[in-house]
């Protein structure tokens, strides 16, 4: 595998794992939300927090990791 190709593998590993694990923050808030997971009737204020993050790490994580890598890539 040329090195180029390798790179891109890891970018590629990266991508994935930054929606992924934004998935699962906003999956984890909407139980803290509407689950007796912390406590009786739920966390509103505390789910819609992590919710929040994960929306934010799923949809703007890739965005600024492909702006990060384009100015790597034109050095």
């Given at each position: 595998m040329t090195p180029d190709e390798e790179?891109?593998?890891k970018r590629f590993g990266i991508f994935a794992l930054m929606r992924l694990s934004g998935l699962i923050m906003f999956l984890v808030g909407m139980a803290i939300i509407f689950s007796d997971l912390l406590r009786p009737g739920?966390?509103?204020g505390l789910g819609m927090v992590v919710v929040g993050?994960?929306?934010?790490?799923?949809?703007l994580g890739p965005v600024l990791l492909r702006q990060?890598?384009?100015k790597t890539d034109s050095r």
């Open positions: 790179l891109w593998r739920g966390a509103l993050c994960g929306l934010v790490e799923a949809l990060r890598w384009e």
